[in-house]
C-alpha cells in the first residue's frame, strides 16, 4: 500500500518561496515516476509537476519557470521548490504517484499541505 506524507507548506507573501517535501513508502520509490498535484478551493485537483525515473520533468504552463520538482531516491522523497509564488498559487499540494499514459494514480490522496500565498 502506497502512503505519502507531505510537508512545508504554509503562509507566505507573493514573491516568496516554500520548498515541499514528501516522503513516499510502500513502493520501491527509485521505480516510480513521482508527481505533484494542487486542488485550490472550488477547483478540480490538478498536476502541476512530475518526474519521471530517470529524473525528466514536466511542468504545468502555470507554473513553468518558478516551481522545481526534484528527487532523492535515497531518501524515498520527492520535493517541490516553489519560487515567485503567486496568490493564485494558494491550494493543498499533494504527491502521488501518477500511472503513466493516465489521469491515474496508485496512491490514496492523503491530507496533503496547505500553501496560501497573500498578496
Known amino acids: 500500500q502506497v502512503q505519502l506524507a507531505e510537508s512545508g507548506g504554509g503562509l507566505v507573501q507573493a514573491g516568496g518561496s516554500l520548498r515541499l517535501s514528501c516522503v513516499a513508502s510502500?513502493?520501491?520509490?527509485?521505480?516510480?515516476?513521482m508527481g505533484w498535484y494542487r486542488q485550490a478551493p472550488g477547483k478540480q485537483r490538478e498536476l502541476v509537476a512530475s518526474i519521471t525515473i530517470s529524473g525528466s520533468t514536466n511542468y504545468a504552463d502555470s507554473v513553468k519557470g518558478r516551481f522545481t520538482i526534484s528527487r532523492a531516491n535515497a531518501k524515498n522523497t520527492v520535493y517541490l521548490q516553489m519560487n515567485n509564488l503567486k496568490p493564485e498559487d494558494t491550494a493543498v499540494y499533494y504527491c502521488?504517484?501518477?500511472?503513466?499514459?493516465?489521469?491515474?494514480?496508485?496512491?490514496?490522496w492523503g491530507q496533503g499541505t496547505q500553501v496560501t500565498v497573500s498578496s
Open positions: 502521488n504517484v501518477p500511472v503513466r499514459g493516465s489521469n491515474l494514480v496508485r496512491g490514496s
Open positions: 510502500g513502493i520501491i520509490f527509485s521505480n516510480n515516476d
